[in-house]
């Protein structure tokens, strides 16, 4: 589905080194690392938006649709969540649909910032979906979001992969626990250039326990 030939981003000085591997249909991957590391330039690069780096570092994506859930929401704040939701093609039905599966039925007449961070997340997500993703990226979705809030957005995204069996998924985050959730693959990125240290299959119980466990030896933002 894609291959990524990526050669190296650096911005004044080394950020990513190579990253060469592969994405299927169906790959959920959590990508982890140290903060600062290059996790959001490596998602910019998958999804196109880094214009230093030639179209054939990834190979594939002119054929997928893309949804990228950024750390802001990045909604037209003059807009209402329908006419956002509109603008990337959703009719009228289709976005009350959507409003509707991330739990804002009711809302499209609400402006962006009339929401709670979390209610914003959850219409930015709307927009991801509208755009009927084959590749899903989240950019720390849970990020500043309180438990509850975060374990509902969890839920509602483990709910909208299983709905989309084809649907690839790369989730940054910094809690090796959410690849429990909603993941079968692990991406680990480290080093200066950042490169992946780890691109494992989460598979089989047991195997994400050993590799929660090696983060947790390095040190990393994970559960205790
Ligand atoms: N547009 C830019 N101009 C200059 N430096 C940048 C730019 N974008 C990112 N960087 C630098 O690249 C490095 C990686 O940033 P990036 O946001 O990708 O890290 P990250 O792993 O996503 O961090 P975090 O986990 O804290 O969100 C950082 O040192 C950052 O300062």
Known sequence: MLEL???GRDF?????????????PGDRICLLGPSGIGKTTLLNVIAGLDRSIPDDAVIGRDRLRVGYLFQEHRLLPWRTLNANLRLVGATEQEAENLLSQVGLSGYGHYLPDQLSLGMA???ALARCLAVKPDLLLLDEPFASLDPVMAGGLKKLIAGILDAHPEMAMICVTHDGGDAEILANRLWYLDGKPARLQWDDAVGEAGLIDGLLGRLRNLDLACPP
Do not use: D, W, Y
Not at 12 to 24: H, N, R, S
């Open 5 to 7: 030939r990526i050669a």
């Open 12 to 24: 004044g000085q080394p950020v990513l080194g190579e990253v060469f591997t592969t994405i299927a």
């Open 121 to 123: 997340r959850r219409a």
